[in-house]
């Protein structure tokens, strides 16, 4: 059964289409990589699927949700939004225990599943720390535990590595891989860094300017362009011109 | 569980206010005017210039009006502080009701009201002793500023969701407690008909009036209620809109749909 399904899924400002009839759908464990140029619609359609913007047009259900049900689907979804804010003041554990009482977890639940999603992305022994002192990768990854805090069905993930160190990226490739590998969760995957797509992403779909240019496996999207870059290229030519 | 989660919002909001924030300075900023008022109504009740119960009775007033503009500080800045700080995607993120949202948070703001009147009660004591004005001054203030606080917090709040920037939500929140508190500094103005008017449609200016009625005139509660129909009704209205409008004016963008 599709975890993510979908139809003709549209977004208008004004004169602007920001997405324009996207059709897809994504199964569980799988990793979908969402690519395309700046403004191609991504972060747009991120954010229709997690119900945080309403569509123009076209249906959607996620986690086995209709979109109408839009705290259904929340309960069900885990986030890392493209420019996430983290409060200094707060410590790392601190903000995990709030988002999952903010779930509905008891207390005890809730510092349980802060500790243990902190130590799952090597922040353990950082709980109490204050978020402001924490490096911008520290701040991606307890972004990544909080967007888990759930036990999420599917996970969205808007530009996940953006500005993290090589090492900082491979880390959190790691993790990516172990949410789809070991939960079963569908993970969508939002970024610009077309390695990461070919090194995790079992389907790729390619926007450019609201469109869907291509969906499809990875060999299937490279297949006569040489590689995946030229295929982007190919797909989404003159874009940022 | 759903119906609680205002309170876990509720809950975190104040401690980040009161834990770290600035609410702390706020208050203490607040009860060093106090001070200083208090000590110039007892030099001048000394000197015979203020009536005990006017010395009362103003800082009862001085009481209200900053913890209410303290509070007004407060949730100007709940919303469209987080759209500035990027957070309140997270927050939009969650199964949490747009409404437990707004509720939570004006709950939090509201805490800032009862820290100030908490700072008050004992410059009331100090001030009101031998008349016993005192508990029923703080009674007061407690009753009156609570439905102040909630009304005029709640316009701050819907400033804060109608507005990308908190810095155009605080001045407008600013700009309205100037408008509604500057008639309150007109002597004469509810003995004139026109003044009267004024004084009953504001809400400032009629919870105001409505104390100096009580602890200065030394008339009954029930006497002048009248004159908190205005705070009442502003109070309602605002509550209703944002119970019922909450969920379309939290957004990640204000505007935009």
């Known amino acids: 059964m599709a975890t993510i399904e979908a ?41 229709l699927l997690t119900t945080i913007l309403e569509p123009t047009s076209g249906t959607f259900a996620v986690a086995g949700q209709p979109g109408d049900q839009p705290h259904r689907i929340r309960q069900r979804i885990g986030v890392l939004p493209e420019s996430a804010g983290y409060p200094g ?29 902190l130590g799952d992305v090597g922040l353990g022994d950082r709980e109490r720390t204050r978020i ?92 006569g362009a040489g590689s995946l870059s030229a295929a982007f290229l190919n797909l989404t030519e003159g874009a940022g011109t | ?69 303290l509070t007004v500080v407060v949730s100007a800045d709940a919303i469209s502080g987080e759209r500035e700080r990027g957070t309140l995607e997270g927050l939009l993120l969650t199964p949490v009701s747009r409404r437990a949202i707004v509720v939570g948070k004006l709950a939090a703001a509201c805490t800032m009201w009862l820290a100030c009147l908490v700072v008050t009660l004992p410059y009331l004591w100090v001030l009101g002793r031998g008349v016993a004005g005192a508990g029923q001054a703080a009674l007061l203030t407690l009753v009156v500023g609570t439905l102040v606080a909630i009304g005029l917090g709640g316009i701050g709040l819907l400033f804060s969701a109608w507005t990308n920037s908190n810095k155009t939500s605080l001045a407008a929140g600013l700009l309205l407690l100037l408008v509604l508190f500057a008639p309150t500094q007109l002597p004469a103005l509810p003995k004139t008909g026109v003044g009267e008017v004024i004084t009953r449609v504001n809400p400032i ?41 909450g969920p379309r004016l939290v957004r990640l963008t204000a505007g935009l749909r």
Not at chain 1, 25 to 45: D, F, W
Not at chain 1, 102 to 115: C, E, P, T
Not at chain 1, 203 to 221: N, Y
Not at chain 2, 205 to 210: F, R
């Open chain 1, 7 to 47: 139809i003709g899924l549209s977004k208008r400002y004004g004169a602007r289409d920001a997405l324009d009839g996207l059709t897809f759908s994504a199964e569980p464990g799988e990793v979908i990589g969402l690519l395309g140029p700046n403004g191609a619609g991504k972060t747009t359609t991120i954010r």
């Open chain 1, 132 to 223: 402001s002192a924490y490096s911008r990768g520290m701040k991606q990854r307890l972004g990544i535990a909080r967007a888990l805090i759930n036990d999420p069905t599917v996970v969205f993930l808007d530009e996940p590595t953006l500005g993290l160190d090589p090492a900082g990226q491979l880390e959190v490739l790691a993790t990516i891989g172990e949410i789809a590998g070991q939960r079963g969760a569908t993970v969508v995957l939002s970024t610009h860094t077309l390695t990461e797509v070919e090194q995790i992403c079992h389907r790729v779909l390619i926007l450019d300017h609201g469109r869907l240019r291509a969906a499809g496996s990875i060999d299937e999207i490279v297949a």
């Open chain 2, 1 to 69: 569980m759903t119906g609680t989660r205002w309170s876990v919002v509720a809950e975190q909001e104040s401690r980040e206010l009161w834990i770290g924030g600035r609410g702390p300075v706020l208050v203490f900023g607040f009860s060093l005017l106090l001070s200083a008022m208090t000590y110039l109504a007892a030099t001048n009740r000394a000197m015979n210039f203020l009536e005990q119960r006017e010395a009362v009775n103003l800082t009862a007033q001085v009481g209200l009006a900053v913890g209410v503009l």
């Open chain 1, 89 to 117: 003041r707060q410590t790392g554990g601190e903000y995990l225990r709030y988002a999952a009482r903010l779930f509905g977890q008891s207390r005890r639940d809730a510092r349980s599943s802060a500790d243990r999603l």
């Open chain 2, 205 to 245: 200016g009629s919870a105001l009036h409505y104390i100096s009625q009580i602890l200065v005139s030394r008339r009954a509660w029930t006497q002048d209620l009248s004159y908190l129909v205005a705070p009442a009704v502003v109070t309602l209205v605002v509550t209703g809109v944002v119970i019922l409008a």
